[in-house]
């Protein structure tokens, strides 16, 4: 058994209905502010990596982000709409997709192509789909607000 399939059953076990009573009542929704305060703390990580060397902090934060992932994908599975399988290979169908100078035979001379490409193919995955910018605005909204609250729980 490799570590990551190791962590995804100590999830499940945790959900479990003999499992945490914390984690069996947590929900997509309950989960945003530890998503965002996870994430500040991941770039609190690598300013302490950048500044001292040490990887210790970026590794752990790292490590705390990456199980609201699991879980989140765990809540999903329980709800039956996607699993953590579908997650990755989202994401890796995604990376094909977008390095057509990697994974296909696209040239490019510099980064600045790269990403040229990368929104341009963005463009053409997204037309057709629903307007998610109406959702983003407010999820930027929401989370500044995540921020400030997390900010005072910090003492920051």
Not at 6 to 12: A, C, M
Not at 20 to 31: A, I, K, M, V, Y
Not at 75 to 99: C, L, P
Request: with cysteine; hydrophobic share 35%.
């Amino acid at each position: 058994m490799d570590s990551f399939d190791n962590f995804r059953r100590i999830i499940k076990r945790l959900r479990a209905e003999d499992g945490c009573p914390w984690d069996r009542e947590q929900t997509h929704g309950s989960l945003k502010a530890p998503v965002i305060e996870e994430a500040a703390e991941v770039i609190s990580g690598i300013n302490i990596y950048d500044e001292t060397g040490n990887p210790e902090n970026l590794k752990e934060e790292l490590g705390d982000l990456l199980l609201l992932i699991v879980m989140q994908a765990q809540i999903a599975e329980e709800e039956g709409i996607f699993t953590i399988d579908d997650v990755i290979s989202g994401i890796t169908e995604k990376m094909i997709r977008r390095h057509p100078h990697v994974f296909g035979d696209t040239k490019v001379n510099d980064s600045r192509e790269v990403l040229d490409n990368w929104e341009e193919i963005k463009k053409l995955e997204k037309a057709g789909k629903e307007d998610d910018r109406p959702y983003l605005a407010g999820a930027f909204d929401e989370a500044g607000d995540l921020i400030e609250r997390a900010r005072r729980r910090k003492g920051l």
